[in-house]
């Protein structure tokens, strides 16, 4: 009898989003292979009644023997795993169009099994009896496979920050209170501390008493249903006073973070391999023309800034959205 070894090796796991452009898939491993970026949106469990909770958003194929005339340009990366798999061995590359989402997971509850729900990319090689039969099955024994990463970089060179300002009476006052916040910038990174610049004007008779910042992320999920959530990720109270007939200036810092939210179910997370640590998922940046229901989940932020006015009022409604990304350094290091 003859065995058959199947061996995938990849130089790494991440696969940055530049906007205009995706880094290249394309390593060493033998046979065929396949990348697929799939929605998964129920357990794996369930696929032995006959449910299949995964919907193909993309997939490409790619023969490597028998020679079928693939010849993909060689890297220093491919060189290195050449010289370290063999003799048979076959390298391949793959580019992962511009239009399609980036790895997100949705944060599983602590009872909740199985692979969590999100956009997940997987390289696979496997041997195959025919090149080309869509009805062929191939069995596990003969696969081996990867789930990979592509995340969202935003380049820095961005515009300046949103403002939003509201003016309100409050009865037995003839004049209002005027609230305003703005930002510096559009993006902030993960960890990135996010300064807000408050300013408010308060010609009434009351006293502010408190400022309070709330962040929302708003999940909206659209490849299966109209299905869209908002959970808070931060709300911060500070002890600023403003008293009556007076001006306020000062810049708040906020940092947003998963580490004190690992509790709260369905929360967009950056795709996670395994149980390494992520982010809070990155904003989703639309392109001109793109197609909604590819990208599977779209995910956004938005600040709210209130003021808490004695009496027990409540001056509210200034929102303001931001972007949140993956910072990426030469060496591929996620801060």
């Known amino acids: 009898s003859v065995c058959l070894s199947l061996t995938l090796l990849l130089g790494k796991r991440d696969y940055v989003d530049h906007v205009d452009k995706v880094d290249i898939v394309g390593e060493k491993l033998s046979k065929k292979l396949s990348l697929c970026c799939a929605f998964r949106y129920g357990r794996d469990d369930l696929d032995v009644i006959g449910l299949s ?3 193909d958003i993309w997939i490409h194929h790619i023969q490597l023997y028998p020679d079928a005339g693939y010849k993909p340009t060689l890297t220093e990366m491919h060189e290195t795993l050449l010289k370290k798999s063999g003799e048979q061995s076959y390298p391949f590359t793959f580019e992962i169009p511009t239009n399609l989402p980036c790895s997100i997971t949705l944060q599983p509850g602590p009872d909740d099994k199985g692979k969590p729900c999100g956009v997940d990319f997987e ?25 990979i990463r ?6 820095d060179n961005t515009g300046s920050g949103q403002k939003a300002e509201i003016c309100k009476s409050f009865m037995m006052s003839d004049k209002p209170v005027l609230l305003e916040a703005s930002l510096d910038k559009d993006i902030y990174y993960h960890g990135e501390a996010v300064p807000i610049k408050i300013k408010v004007k308060n010609d009434t008779n009351k006293v502010v008493k408190k400022i309070r910042i709330t962040v929302d992320q708003t999940t909206d999920v659209i490849l ?9 990720i931060l ?8 008293e009556a007939n007076a001006s306020f200036e000062k810049t708040l810092p906020i940092t947003p973070v998963l580490a004190t939210n690992k509790e709260k179910r369905g929360l967009a997370l950056d795709g996670r391999l ?3 640590d992520t982010n809070l ?8 023309g793109m197609d909604k229901e590819v990208l599977g989940i779209l995910v956004t932020y938005k600040i709210k800034v209130n003021l808490m006015v004695s009496g027990g009022g409540l001056l509210g409604g200034l929102t303001a959205r931001y972007t949140f990304s993956s910072s990426i350094s030469i060496l591929n290091v996620r801060i």
Not at 130 to 145: C, M, V
Not at 150 to 155: G, H, L, M, R, S
């Open 123 to 147: 390289v696979k090689t496997y041997m195959a009896k025919a090149a080309e039969d869509p009805d062929e099955k191939i069995e596990k024994k003969d696969t081996a496979r990867l789930v």
């Open 224 to 232: 299966y249903s109209a299905d869209k959530y908002t959970k808070n």
């Open 235 to 242: 709300t911060e109270e500070f002890n600023e006073t403003v």
């Open 150 to 155: 592509k995340i969202q970089f935003a380049p």
């Open 281 to 288: 998922a990155s904003t989703t940046i639309m392109r001109p």
């Open 274 to 276: 395994k149980e390494e």
């Open 53 to 55: 909770f995964r919907k």
